[in-house]
């Protein structure tokens, strides 16, 4: 990344609350020019095939890393792109995807660097927010042999962030909605996906799941 953009990025001073509404004048004018009929298409309804389940990081939009567009992706994001069970959030998210706009695919993308990840690899307290990572420092434990082999901290941190995306795959198959689209053979895959912020890159992490049968038996419904 040269100097000049890494600037850009980092020196965030010329947003302001008034730029943001002035943005979006610029931006109906830009889309309008494009198309006039724009807002009156998209207002009309969305199909989006796919659901996100992403980092709330502000580098890691959706729409722009996947060169989509408003109304292809529905997006869920929060702290480390975790699926937990009690997350009320999540799971209503999950649960109108799946089951009203049957979305075909569900994706769970991490990224390198992931503050959230690193912050539960750590000792430190972080106050509230320890709460939320405690559910990253139990991916750590599946999977702490592999991890505190790896002598190089950038490795081990970027393999953690490979694992809890593997693990919030698996978080996704456990969830009775998932498996109730398989059991009513409704087409759904889930996905995991780790994006790079320095190259922009995304890895799939070959974990892509059509049913449950590689799933532990304790984790099936019927
Ligand atoms: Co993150």
Sequence with gaps: MCAKTKKIIHDTSHITYESLLEGNKQFIE?????????????????????LWIG??????????????????????????????????????????????LKVKHVIVTGHYGCGGVIAAMSNQQFGLIDNWLRHIKDVYRLH????????????????????????????????????????NGQPLAVHGWVYSLSTGIITDMKVSAHNSEHMANVFKFQ
């Design 144 to 183: 702490a042999d592999e991890l505190d082999a790896i002598k190089d901290e950038q490795e081990r941190t970027n393999r953690m962030v490979e694992f809890n995306v593997i693990e919030n795959v698996y978080n996704l198959c456990k969830t009775s909605i998932v498996q109730n689209a398989w059991l």
């Design 30 to 50: 830009d889309t309008l020019n494009e198309d006039p009929h724009y807002f009156e298409k998209l207002a009309n309804g969305q199909k989006p095939p796919v």
């Design 55 to 100: 980092c709330a990081d502000s580098r890691v939009p959706a729409n722009q890393i996947t060169n989509t567009a408003p109304g292809e992706i529905f997006v869920h994001r929060n702290i480390a792109n975790m699926v937990i069970h009690s997350d009320m959030n999540m799971l209503s998210v999950l649960d109108y995807a799946v089951n009203v």
